[in-house]
């Protein structure tokens, strides 16, 4: 079969931002029930496996596949198709290379990483449950890179949506069968990990089968001289030697991997942490200290929502700041630039605010039984859930005018605050584990504060903050009090008892909230038709609003 069509760009990031929310819709679904499975205790095994694997995962799928996406993009323009499979097939080689590798590491040694990384010696059964996953996802980023690298996005997201999926459904019944045979928390946790391998199987099927299916006419050509686009009559295609394609490959992927997967790192640096200064400052035994970081990593669940609403937007608005400063337009890019943060700060201060004015019930019916911690937690975290999302847009301004190092040093600057505020307020015991939500809040707002001043630096006007911030912060602090106001009445409306009673209750807060929300910024006009025809399918959008 001939080359699939390629998609343009918007339609390409929009076929991506699909992906995204149905993937973490699932995830949602699966770790909801999967820490009401496992309980406090056993979540924290399961949390502290799955940030090692984050960083494995992260280097797998953030750098090398970018690089080969670049170098098919490029082969394919030249009309090198013999580079253009060579290329894949030696990144292949190496991808599986470098997965065996660490999937070696993880298999042979979880005792100590879970003992010494981690301070959590139960989540060893989990990290080695994990190894064969390592290895899975380096094999199946090599094939997304490469279709990706042809311009099409479409495997690339089912294939995800896939992954996830079967993922959930192995993992959750792999967990409850295990508990229910009686095999301990650990064993419970580890089939939940396990679950993640076997959707990893299904993910790496799939883009087998759709390579052979739709890229066969590229296969061919590879042992046959071809002539190249570029070439004159008579020439055959020359390709590059093995070992220039694996160094093109490291030195274009690894400094991208590495700047994606600092945060990925500090976050398991954290956990750590956590484990370590409840047990040996704030004094609390093991037991307890896996409980408390547990019902933190339930809490983490609902603080990593809001950031999926927000990527289509930072996907969207890219090529529009990169096209006016191509054009020399730096007014233009500095007033989309200010008109994006304004549709972020829109779009994600009401999903903060809901977070912690509602955390209660959010805790309490969606994790009965936990620890009492919970709702305080996530309070916090819906406040960092913010400046997480309005650092996402800041990236991706700073990004498309050129600026990109300046985030590696956000980051990094970040993730040191995060850890030294951990360090310092987890080791109190009155503030125990309400220590690690701060320290993330006070991370966040450190990193947006730096990345607003590379913005004023690097822009040609200061975006201004009060037309940012200002409506949506009315408009959301309006919608706050509405959902703590209808949340109380509720029970006088739906008399039901017990969990069941607050969650309808809080739906229908929620509910309710929303139509206010969305009446308020009709009104103040914090939204404008302008800014709604920035994003796919914002011009409906508008027209149902009846915006002018």
């Known amino acids: 079969m001939a080359k699939t069509r390629r998609q343009n760009y918007m339609h390409g990031a929009a076929i991506l931002t699909v992906g995204v929310i149905i993937m973490k819709v699932l995830g949602f679904i699966y770790k909801v029930p999967l820490g009401n499975i496992l309980g406090d205790e056993g979540y924290s095994m399961f949390m502290g496996a799955y940030s090692i694997y984050n960083i494995f995962f992260t ?34 080689a190496t991808f599986a290379v470098i997965g065996v590798l660490f999937s070696c590491v993880l298999f042979a040694f979880p005792e100590w990483l879970a003992a010494n990384y981690l301070e959590n010696p139960d989540a060893a059964m989990s990290i080695r449950a994990m190894a064969p996953a390592i290895l899975l996802v380096c094999l199946v980023s090599a094939y997304r890179g490469y279709c990706q690298g042809n311009g099409n996005m479409i495997p690339t997201t089912v294939d995800e949506v896939l992954e996830v999926l079967f993922k959930v459904i192995s993992g959750l019944i792999l967990a409850a069968l295990l508990l229910r045979s009686g095999k301990g928390l650990p064993v419970g946790s580890a089939g939940a990990i396990l679950g993640v391998s076997i959707g990893s199987v299904v993910s790496l099927g799939y883009m087998i089968v759709y390579k052979r299916r739709h890229y066969s006419a590229l296969a061919a050509p590879f042992t046959a001289g071809v002539i190249a686009r570029d070439m004159k009559e008579g020439e055959t295609e020359k390709t590059d030697s093995a070992g220039k394609i694996v160094k093109d490959l490291l030195t274009i992927g690894v400094p991208i991997a590495l700047g994606a997967c600092i945060m990925a790192i500090l976050n398991s640096v954290d956990s750590k942490l956590c484990m370590n200064r409840l047990q040996s400052a704030a004094h609390f035994s093991y037991f307890e200290a896996k409980v408390l970081y547990g019902v933190y990593g339930k809490a983490q669940t609902f603080f990593n929502l809001p950031a999926a609403f927000i990527t289509p937007l930072t996907i969207s608005i890219v090529p529009a700041i990169s096209a006016a400063f191509a054009r020399g337009d730096k007014e233009g890019a500095a007033k989309i630039s200010e008109d994006s943060m304004r549709i972020a700060a829109v779009i994600a201060m009401p999903m903060g605010v809901g977070l912690s004015v509602m955390s209660e019930p959010i805790m309490r019916g969606f994790y009965p039984g936990s620890h009492l911690a919970g709702p305080v937690l996530l309070a916090i975290m819906g406040a960092a859930a913010f400046f997480v999302c309005m650092l996402l847009m800041e990236n991706a301004v700073l990004q498309s005018s050129g600026k990109e190092k300046y985030t590696m040093i956000t980051m990094i600057v970040g993730g040191l605050v995060k850890i030294a505020v951990n360090w310092i307020l987890v080791a109190r015991r009155p503030i125990n584990i309400y220590g690690a939500p701060i320290g993330t809040l006070v991370s966040y707002v450190a990193m947006c504060a730096m990345n607003f001043v590379f913005m004023t630096a690097t822009l040609e006007r200061t975006p201004r903050l009060g037309r940012i911030l200002f409506k949506s912060a009315f408009c959301s602090t309006v919608m706050g009090f509405a959902a703590w106001a209808i949340y109380s009445l509720a029970p006088r409306v739906i008399p039901v008892p017990g969990r069941l009673g607050m969650l309808l209750c809080m739906f229908l807060a929620m509910a309710a909230a929303v139509a206010i929300y969305l009446v308020c910024v009709v009104a103040t006009s914090a939204v404008t038709r302008e800014d709604l025809e920035l994003i796919p399918g914002g011009s409906k959008i508008a027209t149902f609003l009846r915006m002018k």
């Open 59 to 92: 280097l797998a799928t953030a750098g090398l596949p970018v690089a080969l996406s670049r170098m098919v993009a490029e082969a394919d323009a030249h009309g090198r198709i013999r580079q253009e499979e060579k290329t894949f097939r030696v990144a292949l």
